[in-house]
């Protein structure tokens, strides 16, 4: 009963291509930090206007990810490095903003779906 009750959060909170979503915006991050290593401002432009900013879901979890503090900021921000272990860069500002993008995304699916990393946790 819990995992129906979980699943039927989910469907509400995201589109079933979640795993779909944090990828795509995953590589388009890569994808930039490539770019500004170049400096090749098109692709760095290119990279950026792909990231899923019209993600209604995303777009929700923002403000609740930056207003959150203790144990659900702090389970985000440790997938994230786990995921993108690299400061953003002082390029433009832009690569600050695709990573804290990327970790509303994370909150939107820890809410949904709790971020277990020990397997000792309860």
């Known amino acids: 009963v819990q995992n129906a009750t979980s699943c039927n ?3 509400a909170v995201q ?3 979640a795993v779909q979503s944090l990828v795509s915006d995953l590589k388009m991050l890569a994808a930039y930090e ?3 290593d170049w400096r090749e401002t098109k692709a760095m432009d290119g ?3 792909a990231i899923s900013w019209d993600d209604a879901a995303v777009k929700a979890a923002l403000p609740e990810y930056l207003a959150a503090n203790g144990s659900q900021r702090s389970q985000v921000d440790y997938a994230f490095k786990a995921m993108v272990p690299r400061p953003p ?4 500002g832009r690569q600050a ?3 804290t ?3 509303a995304r994370l909150f939107s699916y820890n809410k949904a779906f709790p971020f277990q990393f020990s397997p000792y946790g309860q």
């Open 89 to 92: 860069q002082d390029i433009d």
């Open 101 to 103: 993008w990327i970790k």
């Open 47 to 49: 990279a950026f206007a």
């Open 34 to 36: 490539t770019a500004a």
């Open 9 to 11: 959060k989910m469907a």
């Open 15 to 17: 589109d079933p291509k």
């Open 97 to 99: 903003v695709m990573h």
